[in-house]
């Protein structure tokens, strides 16, 4: 009796295993916006939205950005350094007390940064997408 053939199992067609995409930790964040200037709120709102995140809110004063952060649900924050005549040292503050990643924009670099959070990361503006989208998911991952 002729002996028959096993099929071949190593489907070389089949896609090889490698290592794992990591995944955007941007995608499903939820992010806490703070900036005052209506066109770079709703721009940053888009784009932010377009690349995966959950936007929480927008706080356009610091009354406004202190009670989002005390009582948000948020994984990182975005905020503007100054909103019209204040600082935002007191949001940062709460947010920092949360142990929550954020990131700073401002026009006037690091010197303009609160004195207890000169060490967070930063963005300057005007900024380019890829930068802010850059240092939202590095900081993502350095909470994680």
């Given amino acids: 009796m002729p002996r028959s053939e096993s099929p071949d199992l190593s489907n070389e067609d089949a896609p090889k295993a490698g290592p794992t995409p990591i995944a955007d930790p941007l995608i499903g964040a ?10 770079i709120a709703l721009a940053l ?12 809110g927008v706080g356009r004063s ?9 009582n948000t649900l948020f994984e990182i924050a975005v905020l503007d350094v100054n909103l ?9 503050d709460t947010v920092a007390a949360r142990e929550l ?6 026009g006037h670099g690091r ?7 000169r ?8 900024f ?3 930068e802010i989208l850059r240092t939202l998911r590095e900081e993502l991952i350095k909470a994680s």
């Fill in 62 to 70: 610091i009354a406004q950005a202190k009670k989002l952060a005390e």
């Fill in 111 to 117: 010197a303009g940064l609160p004195e207890a959070h």
């Fill in 119 to 126: 060490d967070r990361a930063i963005v300057e503006k005007p």
């Fill in 84 to 92: 019209g005549h204040e600082t935002i040292d007191s949001v940062a």
């Fill in 30 to 39: 939820r992010v806490l916006i703070v900036e005052d200037d209506p066109f």
């Fill in 101 to 106: 990643p954020f990131v700073f924009t401002t």
């Fill in 128 to 130: 380019y997408v890829e």
């Fill in 45 to 56: 709102e888009e784009t932010l939205h377009d690349f995966g995140m959950i936007i929480v």
